[in-house]
C-alpha cells in the first residue's frame, strides 16, 4: 500500500511547518504528501508558507494540497467581497506577511504564481482507502455530489457523525486537543495557530508527528 503523509492546518506558522517538515520521515520522490488546507490567516507568517509550498509543488510532483475555507475566503478577497469577513477572520495577518516582505500594493494582493496556486487547490483527493479534504463530508451523500460548502465548512455534524463513507475520511479545519482517530475519521488540525501542535499523519501507519 502507498505511504502517505498527510498535513493539518498551517495558518502562517512558517517555522512550524519548516520543523515539522525536518522531523517526518518522508521520502518526497517516493511518497504522497497531502496538505489539508488552511495555509494562510491568523498566524504571523502566511506569505512564507505560500512561498515555500508553491516551490515544493513545482519540486515534486506527488504532493497533493487542498483547499480550506480561510483560501476561499481570500478568494473572495481578491475578487472584492466579503472584505471585512475576511479580515475579521484572521485575514489581516496574511495581508500584512505580503506587506512586510515588500509584495502587497494596493494594486495587487498577491503575486502571481500565489494566485495560480489558489486556483490550483483541490477540494479534495480520493485513494483507494481515503477520502481527504479539509473540513469533512455530508452523511449519505456520494462524494461527488457533496457542495463546496460542506467539504469547506462542516463542523459539528460530521464531527459528530459516525456514518460510514465507505473510506476513512482525513481531515482538518476543527482544532482538536490532540488528533481525532475514529473508524470513519482521521482528525489532524491541533490547532498550531493558538499556540498548540501542527500535525502530520502517516498512512496506512497511523504514525503521528507533531511540533
Known sequence: ???????????????????LMDIIDIDLDKHRLIFLGDYIDRGPDSYNVM????????????T?????????????????TERLAYLANGGHTTVDSYIN?????????????????????????????????????????PLHKQVPEDLLWIRRSFIKSSYDFGK???????????????????????????????TCVELPELNFYSV
Open 51 to 62: 512561498e515555500y509550498l508553491i516551490e515544493l509543488k513545482n519540486r515534486h510532483a506527488n
Open 1 to 19: 500500500m502507498e505511504k502517505i503523509f498527510a498535513i493539518g492546518d498551517i495558518h502562517g506558522c512558517f517555522d512550524k511547518l519548516i520543523e
Open 168 to 198: 476513512r475520511i482525513v481531515f482538518g479545519h476543527t482544532p482538536l486537543p490532540e488528533p481525532l482517530v475514529q473508524s470513519n475519521k482521521i482528525g489532524i488540525d491541533t490547532g498550531a495557530v493558538y499556540g498548540k501542535k501542527l
Open 64 to 80: 497533493i494540497f487542498l483547499k480550506g475555507n480561510h483560501e476561499e475566503m481570500l478568494e473572495n478577497y481578491i475578487a472584492g
Open 101 to 141: 516582505a515588500g509584495i502587497t500594493s494596493k494594486k495587487n494582493l498577491l503575486p502571481e504564481d500565489h494566485v495560480n496556486f489558489l486556483k490550483s487547490l483541490d477540494l479534495f483527493y480520493e485513494t483507494d482507502n481515503y477520502i481527504f479534504v479539509h473540513a469533512g463530508l455530508r452523511d449519505k451523500v
